[in-house]
């Protein structure tokens, strides 16, 4: 399983930015995916994720209204990043889920395959 995220990049505070990720597997649409980010010196941690056919989502509260995760038939998983702050700024990595069935999508552990990131950062 081959992820491929992109989308990163520089922008200020209060703009907006897309980013996306391809899987390459034919199975995409079996499994939760969901979008992670590491800042430097910290851990990395949940940002996002959306069930197998896209109609259960959840977020971090520091992202819970500002970013949205959606998903295509496509193999392609989005995460839509609106106003955006300082400490948004970090590498973005897509992760596929471990199970079919979902479960503890917040954990770090549950995730199985990932992307390579892309980075993010926000100027003040």
């Known amino acids: 399983v081959q992820l491929q995220a992109s989308g990163g990049g520089l922008v200020q505070a209060g703009d907006s930015l897309r980013l996306s990720c391809t899987a390459s597997e034919r199975t995409f649409s079996m499994y939760t995916m969901g979008w992670f980010r590491q800042a430097p010196g910290k851990e990395r941690e949940f940002v996002a994720a959306?069930?197998?056919?896209?109609?259960?989502t959840s977020y971090a509260d520091s992202v819970k209204g500002r970013f949205t995760i959606s998903r295509d038939n496509n193999k392609t998983v989005y995460l839509l990043m609106n106003s955006l702050k300082p400490e948004d700024t970090a590498v973005y990595y897509c992760a596929r889920h471990r199970w079919t069935s979902g479960q503890d999508e917040g954990e770090r552990t549950s995730y199985a395959y990932w992307g390579q990131g892309t980075q993010v950062t926000v100027s003040s």
């Open positions: 959306i069930s197998r056919r896209g109609g259960s």
